[in-house]
């Protein structure tokens, strides 16, 4: 690999790691308490509400059955309004984090009602606030669940910013495009591939061990 190849690639790394970042942490920020939301608002539970159940997964719902790339386009100007472009890595976390929250913050509702329902009610039956439950019961027993689930987003994220090399993103998408596909250089497609699959397998790694470590179970 050249000199220049190899700069492209850490440029290339750094990129990727940026937008993950952000798209990560705000998913997590805005996830975490929208999941908790969705569960808690649902049926039998206290804050049970069907008007904001519907509301809020209908939005979810429209999110997440858009195609990546096709939401990627659509967030073009809404990005550029923001960002103040719509090209560059820091352009493409914007919707890579409108693609985020509601994954995650599903994830996050399928781990809370793993919890058994009997643990809450005991809670509920001493007294308990709502936030207390919340702080107290949820989070600390949907833990283990909670690091499966932002391990899952990591990795969907990842393979979300290789897509946004396609309309200038930056990262490692972009740079398989550029040399790879425009340039026939097929060396860097396949250290590209190689790459993404090292990443993804140590991230899942680093996941199962944290999610292993949080299960009390």
């Known amino acids: 690999m050249s000199p220049e190849l190899f700069n492209e690639f850490g440029i290339a790394f750094l990129e990727t790691a940026w937008m993950l970042a952000i798209s ?9 308490p ?16 069907q008007v904001l159940q519907n509301i809020s997964g209908t939005i979810i719902n429209i ?8 939401l990627l386009v659509v967030l073009l100007p809404l990005t550029k309004l923001i960002v103040g472009t719509s090209m560059g890595p820091t352009a493409a976390s914007l919707s890579l984090t409108v693609a985020g929250i509601p994954f995650y913050a599903r994830l996050v509702e399928n781990s809370l009602r793993e919890i058994d329902k009997g643990v ?13 439950i919340i702080r107290k019961v949820l989070l600390p027993e949907s833990k283990s669940g909670l690091i499966g689930g932002l391990t899952v987003t990591v990795i969907s994220l990842l393979s979300y910013s290789a897509m946004a ?3 200038g993103g930056g990262g490692i998408g972009d740079l398989a495009i550029r040399f790879g596909y425009y340039r026939y250089q097929n060396e860097v497609m396949a250290i590209t591939v190689v790459f993404l699959i090292f990443l ?6 680093l996941g199962d061990r944290a999610a292993n470590a949080a299960d009390k179970r």
């Not at 990560?24 to 975490?32: C, D, H, K, N």
């Open 34 to 49: 929208l999941g908790i939301g969705l569960f808690v608002t649902s049926e039998g539970m206290f804050w049970q509400s």
């Open 63 to 70: 999110i997440r059955s858009i195609p990546f790339v096709i």
């Open 165 to 167: 090399g396609m309309v």
């Open 24 to 32: 990560v942490t705000f998913s997590v920020l805005i996830g975490v």
């Open 200 to 205: 993804v397998q140590l991230i899942q790694f």
């Open 120 to 132: 809450i009610e005991a809670a509920e039956s001493c007294g308990a606030s709502p936030w207390l």
